[in-house]
């Protein structure tokens, strides 16, 4: 599960900076406002994003038990 968990949310955490690092420098300086944080709809989408592709990763795991698992090994 680490192996793809801690790849996501890091990709995810660096995509998250660099999203509000963009804004933050068009708003403050094309349109000359102050950044404003988001409301509770993008954290609930972005929350549900990642939950979801968890939930992805977590169901491939009985494939790979299938496909990798001891009595597959061929000990010829």
């Avoid at 420098?25 to 709809?41: E, K, L, Y």
């Avoid at 299938?66 to 061929?74: D, K, L, M, N, S």
């Amino acid at each position: 599960m680490l192996e793809g968990a801690v790849p996501l949310l890091a990709v995810a955490a660096v995509a998250i900076s660099v999203g509000f690092a963009g804004a933050a420098m068009f708003a403050t300086i094309a349109q000359n406002r102050p950044m404003v944080a988001p409301g509770a709809a993008y954290y609930l989408l972005t929350a549900g994003g990642i939950i979801i592709s968890l939930a992805i990763i977590a169901a491939t795991f009985p494939l790979l038990t299938r496909i990798t698992g001891p009595e597959v090994a061929r000990n010829e």
